[in-house]
Structures are given as C-alpha cells and as structure tokens.
C-alpha cells in the first residue's frame, strides 16, 4: 500500500522544504503518515470548497500551491474562522493536505518554469535569487512578436480569468526577451529590468509600484503583463500530477495512486464590467 509518508518523500524531493522563503509555511498540513494513499488531487488553493469537495470524491491527499495556515491561528473552532472550519473538515474528513508554495516556484519544473515553457521561452534562467533560491525566470521567445501577440498566446495557453490580461505598453512593440513569475510580482519589477527581459509577465501587480516600474523604465521595456495570479500558478497543478503519477501511477501496481486536477476555480474574481480601452491619451 502506499502510504501518505510515501507521497510526501516525492514531493518533498521534487520541492524541497527547505528552499521555502522564511516567511513561507510548507509541508504536510494535516493527515497521518501512516495512513493509505489511494486518490491524490491537485489544487492552487485550500478553500472550504476544495476541501470539501475532496472529502466527498474520496481524496485521501490533497496537494495545494498555497499554505493553508501562513500565520498564527490561536482556535481552530469552526464557529469562529474560516481557517478553523477549514482545519476540522481536514481532521474529521480524514483528508491529507500538503502545501508547495515558494519552495514549488523555486523548483526545476515548478511554478515559474511551467508559465515559462507554456509560452515556449529558451535558454531559460532564473531570474533572480531570494534567500538563496531561484525567484523567476528570464528567456528567450522563438521568434520577435509584438507585445499584443505576446499577450494573445499568454491569453491560450492561460486557464481563461474573469480578470482577463492587463498589459502595460504599446501593443505593436516588439519582443523577445521575456521575464516570468507566476504569482504576485511586485517585488521582480528591479531583477526583470536588470534581465534585459522585454516585458515582465507576472500577476497581482498594485498600481503604485506597477507605475513606478513604468516611470523607471521611461515608458519602454520591460512592459507588464498582469495575467492573473490563480491564472498564472495554474499551469503547475499538470506538473504535480505528472509527478505524482509517475511514481505511483503504474496501471499494473497494486498500490496505485489515483491523480486528478481540482475542477474547482478559487480565482476570487467571478466578473469584470466596463473592461473597453480607456479613453484619452496612454
Ligand atoms: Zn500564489
């Protein structure tokens, strides 16, 4: 049988815990090590949803992007959070909830590399270091395309977000050196300039620092592209299952794992109104 002690060694190899930011909380959440894998599934966040959701289709782990508890929590009563209520549906459900966060967008293969290899980049590196791990990655586009046309394939190869894709710059200009972060990147604006990189795709962006990125690059490159963060981290979910099955997926195991990608959407946005070109000049 395979067990949740078994599971958790791969993911812990493919996402080393260690290479987590300080700040992070990563690792198994809830669940017995002892206890028998049989049904894994992969989703971005731990929402109530989710987790029931999971419990009801008989998961036994559930592998999630974001920690569930990233700060202190002083109850875990369901009467009185939404992190408590979380937390008892986990422990009564009998589910396993594991969490690859910074530790998953540092990795070869993780988060940033699945939104670069989505957009077909080459000669891919990181873009930056934070504490010591790879944060980013910068490369190169097949071919020069227009900061539109860039936009129109992110647009394809993007799980479709009722945020849609904020650019920032002249839609005909051309590019080719592109810098990517899935997830918020506030904070790549300095590395994706230092890259040389042509544009910046990323998500979350604030508009103070989103603006004075634009003032310090004088209006040209690196242009932004804000393609959503639940959009952006979605493209790992296929390489988490791709790992799981790998090694526990053989059809002719007895102990097989089951692998499937959370249907659910947890992008909190549901709509967008008025989202026509603005008038005026830009
Ligand atoms: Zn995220």
């Known amino acids: 049988m395979t067990t949740l002690a078994d599971v958790v060694s791969v993911l812990d190899r493919a996402y080393p815990p260690e290479t987590a930011q300080s700040w992070d909380r990563v690792g198994l959440v809830s669940g017995d090590l002892g206890a028998v894998v049989r ?11 989710v987790i029931e959701r999971a419990a009801a289709d008989g998961v036994d782990l559930l592998v999630t ?39 998953a967008d540092a990795a070869a293969g ?29 490369g190169t586009l097949p071919e020069v395309v227009t900061l539109a046309a860039l936009a129109s394939r992110l647009a394809r190869v993007l799980p479709a977000a009722a945020g849609g894709i904020r650019v920032s710059g002249d839609r005909k200009a051309k590019v080719r050196r592109v810098a990517v972060m899935g997830g918020a990147g506030d904070s790549g604006f300095e590395a994706a300039r230092a890259s040389g990189a042509d544009v910046y795709v990323t998500a979350d962006l604030r508009h103070h620092p989103a603006l004075e990125d634009r003032e310090a690059s004088g209006g040209g490159a690196p242009f932004l592209v804000d393609a959503g963060h639940w959009a952006t981290e979605s493209l790992w979910l296929p390489r988490v299952k791709a790992l799981l099955d790998e090694a526990f997926g053989s059809t002719d195991r007895p102990d097989r794992v089951e692998t499937d990608i959370c249907t659910l959407r947890t992008d909190p946005w549901t709509f967008t109104v008025g989202a026509e070109p603005p008038g005026g000049d830009a």
């Open 39 to 49: 049904r894994v599934r992969c989703a971005i966040d731990p929402t109530q949803a």
């Open 65 to 103: 992007h974001h920690p569930l508890l990233l700060r202190g929590v002083s109850s875990i009563a369901p009467s009185v959070s939404a992190k408590g209520r979380a937390v008892t549906s986990l422990v009564r459900s009998g589910l396993g909830l594991y969490a690859a966060h910074t530790n």
């Open 110 to 138: 993780g988060v940033s590399d699945a939104l670069a290899d989505a957009l077909g980049l080459t000669e891919v590196e990181p873009l930056t270091q934070e504490e010591g791990h790879p944060l980013g990655r910068v």
